[in-house]
């Protein structure tokens, strides 16, 4: 009951299995496409004990030689040091130009292990094996790699694609709670953002989807990944507008995130999901969508348990929030261009669009009484 699409991108295209068990069959499916029968797993502390010794048995299983590499859970693995450190043990496996590495975790393995693949020796092939939900729905198709920098996230970086997505949907099972939440918010997103079926489906299935049900977990990781490719395909690399409606509830998301610190208080996932009800609250407000639409997003998206009320993020130390503040990281956040802010709004659900032509009253009016 695996499905698998097809990503089509200019010259490069690649598939992502989608399915229950794949860590299992990873050696047999990797095997046609790889230079030579050798590769380095890169993982994480927290996945790594989880799933390593699976993964690298199915390498072995198929022929494969198979090393593996460890960084420390978390954000900090993205920072330059950290990077330089894991380049360094990447070539303590002595590798050469046919070496292919694997991404055995979440978003921050797999943004790293892709950029390190995109250096290494000036290139080398890699493969994604994403293991957070927002991994397999969000980050694994695009080819967006990259590390942090002080100056900000994503700042160092590739467009790198891999040569193949092995998303294992039973894996999600050992993720926390919050995090998967989190990337449901993203999976979420892709039905507010131009395909209005999918979101009913979402209102439907969305409880199963977290709890576990293979076959719909299946389902809405396909949709996603092919709502991703088809905008990506599009606007490979982000020269137009296209790509940005990706971006939906990222302009509130960021600023509650940059308020708030990178800290754990608040997911990603958790601050869009917040983002996208304000963005839909904004949309009505200025007259743009039926409020009947955006009291539908700001139910499904509550009823699934993310955050939707901003005194309900910090738990117990409360957080004065303040809309100028929101505004002023607003205006920080690099998709704002030439002072303009950049807004992707609605005119319903699945009616996304991108605006800098927003009032600026009118957003006061929202986050003033959204606080
Ligand atoms: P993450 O990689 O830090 O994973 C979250 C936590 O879950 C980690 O502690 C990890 O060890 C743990 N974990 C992962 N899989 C697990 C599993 N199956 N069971 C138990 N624990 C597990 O975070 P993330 O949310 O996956 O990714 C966030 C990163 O992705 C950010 O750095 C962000 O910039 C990046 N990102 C990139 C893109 C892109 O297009 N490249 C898009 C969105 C986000
Ligand atoms: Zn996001």
Redesign the pocket.
Known sequence: NARTIRVELAGRSYDIAIGPGLIDQAGALCRPLLAAPKVTIVS?E??AP?YGARLAASFDKAGIKASTVTVP???TS?EFGAFGKLMNELLDQRPDRKTTLVAL???????LTGFAAAVLLRGVDFIQVP??L??QV??SV?G??GINTRHG??LVGAFYQPRLVLADTE??D???RR?LL??YAEVAKYGLIDDPDFFAWCETNGGAVLSGDAAKRTYAIEQSCLAKARIVAADERETTDLRALLNLGHTFGHALEAEIGFGGELL??EAVGTGMAMAFDLSARLGLCPQADADRVRRHLGSVGLPMRLRAIGGDNRRKWEAARLIEHMRGDKKADGGKLTFILARGIGKAFVTREVDEAALRGLLDDAL
Not at 105 to 111: I, L, R
Request: charged share 20%.
């Open positions: 994480d927290t996945v989880l859970a978390g954000e993205k975790g979440g978003g921050v393995v797999g943004d293991t957070t927002l991994a969000d980050s695009g967006k790699t996230k994503n894996v999600l050992t993720l926390p995090e989190a990337g990603h996932g």
